[in-house]
């Protein structure tokens, strides 16, 4: 059985680095079919993809986001970390990671989230 | 861009069926066969319900069913029970650098 487990700050200030982690069990993250996606919700709005990474370390992001995002993992720890800069208000919400495996077009399993505040 | 366009919300009475739909604009969404659908409640990790349009994940009730035609995908949900409610999402991944797009979400409300 696949889970993750999303952590990081609850409150980052505006401009600041927002860094995230998804702890990832039941598989593994050296193997190249699997992915790890990063996507959020602002309260009240829809959800939007903003990263994803595989275990053969190809990445890909949101073009809107993407000058602001870095996605890395440490296959040793089984984990993915997210990287948001120069956060602003507006990016306030509930951050997921979830599990793609390839080639399938789907987000299995997800993580139940983050709530994170940008406020000063 | 593409979008994919939802209802803001469904609602129906407990044991009927409700229909959310999901329409597709634009064209970097291929042939639109790979739609997904996905149920958040609040608190809770967001659960697929429907991939590739029609099929279901195991462990997921077949009171949930999905359809396509034409530029519109829909989950049907029958015998609706109060634990149905929240938001349902659909989604696809695109042919584009875009990759993945979701829709803007349905909340669904058991009266």
């Known amino acids: 059985q696949i889970t993750l487990r999303e952590s990081g700050p609850t409150l980052v200030g505006p401009t600041q680095t927002l860094t995230l982690t998804c702890t990832v069990s039941?598989?593994?993250?050296?193997?190249?079919?699997?992915?790890v996606a990063w996507i959020r919700q602002p309260p009240g709005k829809a959800l939007e993809w903003l990263a994803i990474i595989y275990g053969d370390d190809d990445k890909r992001y949101s073009p809107s986001l993407r000058n602001r995002l870095t996605v890395t993992k440490d296959a040793s720890e089984n984990q993915v970390v997210l990287t948001m800069t120069n956060m602003d208000p507006v990016d306030t919400g509930t951050y997921f990671c979830?599990?793609?495996?390839?080639?399938?077009?789907?987000?299995?399993?997800w993580g139940q989230g983050a709530l994170v505040a940008v406020s000063s | 861009q593409s979008a994919l366009t939802q209802p803001a919300s469904v609602s129906g009475s407990p044991g009927q069926s409700i229909t959310i739909s999901c329409t597709a604009t634009s064209g970097d969404l291929g042939d639109f066969k790979y739609i997904s659908w996905y149920q958040y409640r609040p608190g809770r990790a967001p659960r697929l319900v429907i991939y590739d349009v029609t099929s279901r994940p195991s462990g997921v009730s077949n009171r949930f069913s999905g359809s396509k035609s034409g530029n519109t995908a829909s989950l049907i949900i029958s015998g609706l029970l109060i634990e149905d409610e929240g938001d349902y999402y659909c989604s696809s991944f695109t042919t584009t650098t875009t990759l993945v797009i979701f829709g803007g979400g349905t909340k669904v409300t058991v009266l």
């Open positions: 039941g598989l593994s993250l050296s193997t190249n079919v699997e992915g």
């Open positions: 979830a599990h793609r495996s390839w080639p399938e077009r789907r987000f299995d399993t």
